[in-house]
């Protein structure tokens, strides 16, 4: 009889926090920046924008290997955070637009981030409006009075019924 295998149990004192990931069916966000060290707040830009929305620290991991990301949120549609991206990208390096899980978004909550670097944002851009093109001149949609056409002449004469009781034009 073989004798039975022995395993060894090598302990580390690493503590690696379990992420659940769900599908991505939640909301939009900004990610502003991605790094493999950990963000400052002296070293993030104090945006107005971030008094609008939920600026928060995400870790994330790959091929174990850490990755912080700075994230700003909640979008429901893509089209609403693109144009924050487009906003923020005066300030970041390349913003991009992510869409994310609820748990994701249900645990943000747990990671807001301030940001304290003085970049001299006054209230002026406290609020960006989302609109629509503007609407078509009413002119186009209205048909302008326009002379009558003759009617086209017959094929064949009148008959002379038609032409005893046309009205006469004086």
Not at 102 to 127: K, N, P
Not at 134 to 145: I, K, V
Request: glycine share 6%; with cysteine; aromatic share 8%.
């Amino acid at each position: 009889m073989a004798a039975p295998a022995t395993s060894t149990l090598v302990v580390t004192n690493v503590v690696r926090p379990r992420v659940l990931k769900g599908p991505n069916n939640g909301r939009f966000v900004v990610e502003l920046a991605r790094s493999a060290t950990p963000f400052t707040p002296q070293g993030v830009p104090h945006l107005d924008l971030f008094g609008l929305y939920r600026l928060y620290h995400h870790l994330d991991g790959n091929d174990g290997q850490v990755c912080h990301s700075l994230r700003l949120g909640f979008f429901n549609e893509a089209r609403a955070a693109e144009v924050i991206a487009r906003y923020a990208a005066a300030y970041f390096e390349s913003p991009v637009v992510a869409q994310i899980s609820v748990i994701e978004e249900a645990q943000s909550g747990e990671h807001v981030f301030s940001a304290l670097r003085d970049v001299g944002a006054t209230d002026q851009y406290a609020a960006i409006e989302l609109t629509a093109p503007p609407p078509l001149p009413l002119e186009r949609f209205t048909a302008a009075a326009r002379p009558a056409k003759a009617a086209p002449a017959p094929r064949h004469p009148p008959s002379l019924w038609s032409r005893l009781f046309a009205p006469q034009l004086r």
